[in-house]
T-cell receptor
Framework: EAQVTQNPRYLITVTGKKLTVTCSQNMNHEYMSWYRQDPGLGLRQIYYSMNVEVTDKGDVPEGYKVSRKEKRNFPLILESPSPNQTSLYFC??????????FGPGTRLTVL | AQSVTQLGSHVSVSEGALVLLRCNYSSSVPPYLFWYVQYPNQGLQLLLKYTSAATLVKGINGFEAEFKKSETSFHLTKPSAHMSDAAEYFCAVSGGAGNMLTFGGGTRLMVKP
């Protein structure tokens, strides 16, 4: 089944403790992206990647890092999480650079 | 810069009534436009998309949307609401740098029996 997977689905952590949220797609898509969803703000893009080893900032990149060493994986790294990064995170991928397919989401709480 | 405005963060309709969710956008390039639906505790599912072909776009679950360039609108409609349509709906525009999707704030649709 063609899909985007994210792990973990739920995470509670404390301020300053580094964490990684993994994202993987099995559709051989070149484009991958991370969004965060906050009430009333819709989804905002954090980072995107047009291909392996090519990443760039989206609208809200502060406090986040990404890497794209393999085509299928695009992990999101929070090196020193803060409470304002409590949010619902979505990974997405695209094969035609038009339609994006979304993962199931990761709900992160930073205490 | 692109932007999307969804009028009404909450919309309530009776089962069987017309659903109308409003979306207005701004874009400096010819846009691709999307409607996504998010059911509770789930990810986003594509309802329909406009990619410069027909201006009236039909999607899944009986939804459709009409692209009106003169009004910069892409409103979502469904003739008859069903209880299972209760969800949050997001309008989005693509076409900016890096294929970024710019989302509206979302509209939560409630369907009353």
């Amino acid at each position: 089944e063609a899909q985007v997977t994210q792990n973990p689905r739920y995470l509670i952590t404390v301020t300053g403790k580094k964490l990684t949220v993994t994202c993987s797609q099995n559709m051989n898509h070149e484009y991958m992206s991370w969004y965060r969803q906050d009430p009333g703000l819709g989804l905002r893009q954090i980072y995107y990647s047009m291909n392996v080893e090519v990443t760039d900032k989206g609208d809200v990149p502060e406090g986040y890092k990404v890497s794209r060493k393999e085509k299928r994986n695009f992990p999101l790294i929070l090196e020193s999480p803060s409470p304002n990064q409590t949010s619902l995170y979505f990974c997405a991928s695209s094969g035609d650079f038009v339609e994006q397919f979304f993962g199931p989401g990761t709900r992160l709480t930073v205490l | 810069a692109q932007s999307v405005t969804q009028l009404g963060s909450h919309v309530s309709v009776s089962e069987g009534a017309l659903v109308l969710l409003r979306c207005n956008y701004s874009s400096s390039v010819p846009p691709y436009l999307f409607w996504y639906v998010q059911y509770p505790n789930q990810g986003l599912q594509l309802l329909l998309k406009y990619t410069s072909a027909a201006t009236l776009v039909k999607g899944i679950n009986g939804f459709e949307a009409e692209f009106k360039k003169s009004e910069t609108s892409f409103h979502l409609t469904k003739p008859s609401a069903h209880m299972s349509d209760a969800a949050e709906y997001f309008c989005a525009v693509s076409g900016g740098a890096g294929n970024m999707l710019t989302f509206g704030g979302g509209t939560r649709l409630m369907v009353k029996p």
